[in-house]
C-alpha cells in the first residue's frame, strides 16, 4: 500500500500547515486585488465501492497522430495494463505499460500506471479498462484527422463549486480535446489535493484528451523539504515531449487535424541561449502550414495583461521578450494563457501594438479556483484590448477549416454556460498580406 498512513497525519498537517505560510510568500502578488465570489473547495475522495487494485484518477493524453496515453493510479499493485476494443465489454486488444510513483515529504504516492494504445482510428469511440479491472469500464472518442475540430479551453482550474460548475459546462459542449494552459490541481505542496483533483476530472478526462501545461502552482519546490521542482506535476501528467523533440515535460507540440499545438514553460529557463528556446525554434521551423495551417501556443503567464494582476511579472516579461519575436515570424494564430483569474482578449498584435500578422492573445485563466476572481483592470482600456471581464468561465476554439475558426468564451452565470464573447479568427496562413 502507498496510501499514506494514520500515524503520519499530524505530520502532514504540520507540513501543509508550513506549506501554506510558505505559498503565501511564493504567491504574495495576488494579496494586491480583491478576489470575491468564493465558493466552497471541493475534496475528492476515494470511492468506497473501489479497492486498492481499483483503477482511479484515469485521464488521456495524446501520443503522435494516432495513439493515446492512459494514466491512472492504484493504491495497490496491480498491472500497467489496458486492454480496449470498438465495443462495449469485448476487448481485442491490449497495451502494457509502467509503473512508476514517487515521494514528497512524508507523502508516497499510489502506484502511478501508464500505457500508450493504438493505432486509434480518428472520431471512434473506444471502450476501455485498466489493471484488468472487470467492474469499471471506461470509454473516450479518439479525435478527428481533419478538420473541423473543437478544442475546450480552461486555465487555473483548481477545485471549488465553481470548478464544478465550469467541468459541466465543459462536458456539454461535445469538444475534442482539452487544453489547459497551467494551474491545475492548486494543491500548493499538500499531496493529497492532487488525488482529489484527479478523481474531480476523470469523468471528463477520461473520455477526452487532455493536454496540459504546468503554471506557478505546479512548481511545489521548498527548501529543505523538497528541493525540487514539479515532481507531482510530472510524474501524474506525462505529455508527448519526446516525440516532439523536446527533453523536457515542461514543454511539447504536437500536430492534431490541422492543427500545430505549442505547450511552452512559463517557468522554466526561455531565454534565447536556453534548451525550451532553441527547441521552439527548430519546432517552429518544422512547421508545414499546409497540413497544419493553424498554429496554437498556450503559455501560463500572459504577454499581455491590462489587469492589475501579475504586473511585470519576469515570467511574462522576460518570455514576452525572448520568445515574442519567434512567434510573430511564425505567424502564430492564436496566444492562450492563464496565472490571471479572468477573462481578456486582445487583438492581434506584436510588440505591443496592434498587428495584422501577429497572433490573438487570450487570458482564459478563469476555470474556477480557490483564489477568486481578480476583478482590478488598469483604465482606460487599452486600444488592443478587445474585451474583459473577471469571471469564472472556460473557451471553445472551433477550427472549421484551414481559413476559419470561431471562438467563443462561455461565461458561468449563476451556474449556466452563457456566451458572453466571441469572434470569427481567420488563419495567418490564408492571409496573403502575412507571407514571408
Not at 267 to 281: E, G, H, M, N, V
Request: charged share 20%.
Amino acid at each position: 500500500m502507498h496510501a499514506p498512513m494514520r500515524p503520519r497525519l499530524a505530520l502532514l498537517l504540520a507540513l501543509m500547515a508550513v506549506a501554506f505560510a510558505f505559498g503565501a510568500c511564493f504567491d504574495r502578488a495576488t494579496a494586491a486585488y480583491h478576489r470575491p465570489g468564493l465558493r466552497p473547495v471541493v475534496f475528492v475522495r476515494h470511492s468506497d465501492d473501489k479497492d486498492s487494485a481499483s483503477p482511479q484518477q484515469v485521464h488521456t493524453s495524446l501520443v503522435g497522430q494516432d495513439k493515446m496515453r492512459i494514466s491512472w493510479i492504484t493504491q495497490g499493485s496491480a498491472p500497467p495494463t489496458v486492454e480496449y476494443g470498438k465495443s462495449s465489454g469485448v476487448y481485442q486488444n491490449s497495451a502494457t505499460g509502467n509503473t512508476t510513483s514517487y515521494k514528497y515529504a512524508m507523502y508516497e504516492s499510489g502506484d502511478i500506471h501508464e500505457a500508450v494504445i493504438g493505432p486509434l482510428e480518428p472520431n471512434t469511440v473506444y471502450y476501455y479498462r485498466c489493471s484488468s479491472d472487470s467492474a469499471h469500464e471506461f470509454s473516450f472518442k479518439a479525435p478527428p484527422a481533419q478538420l473541423p475540430i473543437k478544442f475546450a479551453i480552461v486555465g487555473d482550474l483548481g477545485q471549488t463549486g465553481w470548478t464544478n460548475s465550469t467541468l459541466q459546462h465543459i462536458a456539454q459542449s461535445n469538444y475534442d480535446i482539452l487544453l489547459l494552459p497551467g494551474d491545475l490541481s492548486y494543491a500548493d505542496f499538500y499531496q493529497p489535493w492532487w488525488d482529489s483533483f484527479g478523481r474531480l476530472v476523470e469523468p471528463l478526462a477520461s473520455q477526452r484528451p487532455w493536454m496540459v501545461t504546468q503554471g506557478n502552482h505546479e512548481i511545489e519546490k521548498m527548501p529543505v523539504i523538497h528541493p525540487h521542482s514539479f515532481t507531482s506535476y510530472n510524474a501524474r501528467w506525462r505529455m508527448p515531449f519526446e516525440e516532439s523533440g523536446s527533453d523536457n515535460n515542461l514543454y511539447y507540440s504536437f500536430d492534431v487535424a490541422g492543427v500545430h499545438i505549442i505547450m511552452l514553460g512559463s517557468y522554466t529557463d526561455f531565454d534565447p541561449s536556453s534548451a525550451q528556446y532553441k527547441w521552439l525554434q527548430a519546432d517552429l521551423g518544422k512547421v508545414d502550414r499546409k497540413r497544419t495551417p493553424w498554429i496554437v501556443v498556450l503559455i501560463h503567464a500572459p504577454w499581455y495583461n491590462s489587469n492589475t494582476a501579475h504586473q511585470g511579472e519576469k515570467e511574462s516579461v522576460g518570455m514576452k521578450a525572448s520568445m515574442e519575436g519567434l512567434l510573430y515570424q511564425a505567424r502564430v494564430d492564436v496566444v492562450f494563457a492563464g496565472h490571471v483569474h479572468a477573462y481578456e482578449r486582445f487583438t492581434r498584435v506584436y510588440n505591443g501594438i496592434a498587428d495584422a500578422c501577429g497572433p490573438v492573445h487570450i487570458t482564459i485563466g478563469d476555470g474556477g479556483n480557490r483564489e477568486g476572481l481578480a476583478k482590478r483592470y488598469i483604465n482606460p482600456t487599452p486600444s488592443i484590448s478587445v474585451f474583459r471581464e473577471a469571471s469564472f468561465g472556460h473557451g471553445q476554439l472551433e477550427v472549421v477549416n484551414a481559413t476559419h475558426a470561431l471562438w467563443t468564451w462561455h461565461r458561468n452565470d449563476n451556474d449556466e454556460a452563457v456566451e458572453a464573447d466571441s469572434t470569427w479568427l481567420t488563419s495567418l496562413s490564408s492571409n496573403p498580406a502575412c507571407k514571408l
